[in-house]
C-alpha cells in the first residue's frame, strides 16, 4: 500500500491523500491481470475557513476541490461589524427588472443569516421598514400582528402564521463583508428598494 499527499493549492491549504493498495500479483507478468483499488479523499486543514469563504462545509467526496467565488462589489450588502444580533439590517437584491428585499440578522454563535423582509402573514407588511425590525429573545417581530419568527431558522413560532417559514437569501462573509452569492439574483446594496410594490395588501389566508 502506498500512501501519499498531494497537494492542490497552498493557499487554502487543501490536498489529496492518495492510497493505493495493490495485491500480490500486482508487480506479475503482463500476463497476469492485477487487481488494484484507487481512493482518493479530501483532506481539509483549514476547514472553517474554507466554511467561511466558500459558503460550503467540506464533506465526503462531494467536492474534492471547494468552488472558489470570487466577490463582486456589485453584490456586496454590507460590512459584518454592521450586522448586530440585536437588530436587522435591511438589504436590495435585483435580477434585471426584478427586485426584492432581505434582512441580515447575527445569531448568537456569531453567524450572519439573510431571510426576506415581508410577513407570510402579509406579504406586503415589511418587517423591516429601514430603521432595522424589532428583535426579542433571539425572534425577529412583524410589529403588524405580532407574529415572531426564529432566528436561526425563519420559523414562525408564533402568530397568525404560525408554523410558516422565511425564505432565505444565500450569502457568504468574507474579507470582513457580506456578499449576496444567490444564484436568482445578480446584485445587491444595503437599503429598502424604492421600486417595491407595496399596494397589493397580498396575503395568504391566515
Not at 460550503?56 to 448586530?84: H, T
Not at 454563535?109 to 432595522?132: F, M, Q
Not at 429598502?192 to 395568504?204: A, Y
Request: with cysteine; charged share 25%; proline share 4%.
Amino acid at each position: 500500500m502506498l500512501i501519499t499527499d498531494l497537494p492542490v493549492s497552498e493557499d487554502t491549504g487543501v490536498c489529496l491523500s492518495v492510497v493505493i493498495s495493490l495485491n500480490k500479483h500486482s508487480l506479475s507478468s503482463s500476463k497476469d491481470s492485477p487487481e488494484s483499488s484507487l481512493r482518493i479523499s479530501p483532506r481539509w486543514d483549514r476547514r472553517d475557513r474554507l466554511r467561511t469563504e466558500y459558503g460550503r462545509s467540506p464533506s465526503g467526496l462531494n467536492p474534492i476541490v471547494p468552488s472558489i467565488q470570487y466577490m463582486d462589489d456589485s453584490c456586496r450588502i454590507a460590512a459584518s461589524e454592521d450586522v448586530s444580533k440585536d437588530e436587522t439590517l435591511v438589504f436590495t437584491a435585483s435580477a434585471g427588472f426584478d427586485t426584492t428585499e432581505g434582512i441580515l440578522t447575527r445569531l448568537s454563535d456569531d453567524t450572519i443569516v439573510a431571510y426576506t423582509n415581508y410577513c407570510p402573514h402579509w406579504r406586503d407588511v415589511r418587517l423591516d421598514s429601514g430603521s432595522g425590525a424589532l428583535v426579542r429573545d433571539e425572534t425577529v417581530v412583524c410589529q403588524k400582528h405580532g407574529a415572531t419568527f426564529e432566528k436561526s431558522t425563519g420559523h414562525c413560532d408564533f402568530g397568525p402564521c404560525e408554523g410558516a417559514v422565511l425564505d432565505t437569501f444565500d450569502i457568504t462573509v468574507t474579507d470582513d463583508a457580506v456578499y449576496l452569492t444567490d444564484d436568482a439574483w445578480e446584485e445587491a446594496e444595503q437599503g429598502i428598494s424604492e421600486e417595491r410594490d407595496l399596494s397589493s395588501g397580498t396575503q395568504i389566508g391566515f
